[in-house]
C-alpha cells in the first residue's frame, strides 16, 4: 500500500477531474506503465461542506484522493507534480491534454535540464511539470515537487532532512544549488533536490522570485496509519500549528498540509451502508487527532 498520498482539493469537480487525468494518462500510457483508473468514488453527507465527493483513482499506478468539498482553497505551483517521461512523444502529447484550456508557466522547449520540458496549470489549476528524462533512470514516473517561498524561501534542504528524519526509508538525494549570479536567489540554496520518504519520491526547490502564493490545504499528503501509535508518532512531530488540526488534518513549520489518517477509516468511508457511513462522518467530523477505537465504535453502532 502506498504509505503517503496527494490529497486535491476542488470545488465540486472532482469527480469531472478524476475522469479527465484518467482518461489522458490511459490514452498516453500502456497499462505495462501502471494503470490508469477511477478506483473508489464514496459520498459524505452533512459535512461543513454539505454534500461532499471523495474519489480515489491511479495514476501511472500511483494513488491520488480527491475531494469536492467547496471554493474554500485554490491550488498554486507551490506544490506541482513532475511526470518523468522517457520519450518527447509522451511530453508533447502530456502538454496538449493538460495544457488545454489551462495557463503555461514555462513554455514547453528545450532547457538546460532536459531537452524537451514544460510546465503548465491545467483547467483545474493544478499545476504539472512535464519532462523528457533523456538517459536518465526513470524510477517513480509521477513526483510531487515542492516550491519554498516567501517566509520560507531558503529552507527547502532544512524541511527535506527534517521531512527525511520524520518518515522511515527515507534517504536524501542529489542536491543542485544556486550559484553566485542567479539573484534574487541566494548562492547555495536549493534550485532542485530530490528525496524520498517511505520509498516514495519527492523534490522540492527554493524560489525566490516574487510569487503570491505559498503553501495551502488544496495539496495536503495523507499519511496512511495502521496503529493508534503511528497516529501518535506522526501527529506529534509534524504539527506545528494547533489552530489547523481538525479532523486528522495539521500544518507542519513550513506551512505544507498533512493528514494523518488510519487505514481503517479508508474501508470505513467505503462503506455503502448509509447509516454506517453518517455515524461515522459525524464522529470523525468532532476530531482532531483521528481516535480509531472512537471510529470503530461509530461504525459498529456501539
Not at 12 to 26: G, L, N, S, W
Not at 74 to 80: E, G, H, I, Q
Request: proline content about 4%.
Amino acid at each position: 500500500m502506498q504509505k503517503i498520498t496527494p490529497h486535491l482539493w476542488f470545488d465540486r469537480e472532482a469527480k469531472e477531474a478524476a475522469e479527465f487525468y484518467t482518461a489522458i494518462f490511459r490514452e498516453i500510457f500502456e497499462p505495462s506503465q501502471g494503470m490508469s483508473e477511477i478506483k473508489d468514488m464514496s459520498v459524505l453527507h452533512n459535512t461543513p461542506s454539505g454534500d461532499t465527493d471523495i474519489i480515489t483513482i491511479e495514476l501511472l499506478g500511483q494513488e491520488f484522493t480527491l475531494i469536492s468539498a467547496g471554493p474554500l482553497f485554490k491550488f498554486n505551483p507551490s506544490v506541482s507534480f513532475l511526470i518523468a517521461c522517457r520519450t518527447k512523444d509522451e511530453v508533447d502529447a502530456l502538454w496538449e491534454k493538460l495544457a488545454e484550456g489551462g495557463m503555461a508557466l514555462m513554455e514547453p522547449g528545450e532547457y538546460p535540464f532536459s531537452e524537451k520540458y514544460g510546465w503548465t496549470q491545467d483547467r483545474y489549476g493544478l499545476s504539472w511539470q512535464v519532462m523528457f528524462m533523456g538517459d536518465r533512470r526513470i524510477g517513480q514516473r509521477i513526483i510531487p515537487t515542492l516550491m519554498f517561498v516567501g517566509a520560507v524561501c531558503g529552507k527547502a534542504e532544512e524541511a527535506i532532512d527534517f521531512y527525511a528524519s520524520v518518515f522511515h526509508d527515507s534517504e536524501v538525494g542529489d542536491i543542485l544549488r544556486y550559484d553566485r549570479g542567479e539573484e534574487p536567489d541566494k548562492a547555495g540554496t536549493v534550485k532542485h533536490a530530490s528525496f524520498i520518504l517511505e520509498g516514495q519520491e519527492f523534490a522540492a526547490m527554493d524560489s525566490a522570485l516574487e510569487h503570491h502564493f505559498s503553501f495551502n490545504e488544496a495539496i495536503s499528503f495523507i499519511v496512511h496509519c495502521r496503529t493508534q501509535e503511528e497516529i501518535g508518532y506522526y501527529w506529534e512531530r509534524l504539527s506545528a500549528d494547533p489552530t489547523a488540526e481538525q479532523c486528522g488534518w495539521l500544518k507542519d513549520k513550513y506551512g505544507l498540509s498533512w493528514q494523518v489518517v488510519p487505514t481503517d477509516m479508508e474501508m470505513m468511508l467505503r462503506e455503502k451502508d448509509q447509516e454506517k457511513l453518517a455515524r461515522v462522518t459525524e464522529a470523525f467530523l468532532k476530531m482532531k487527532k483521528f481516535d480509531i477505537e472512537e471510529l470503530r465504535k461509530a461504525y459498529e453502532g456501539r
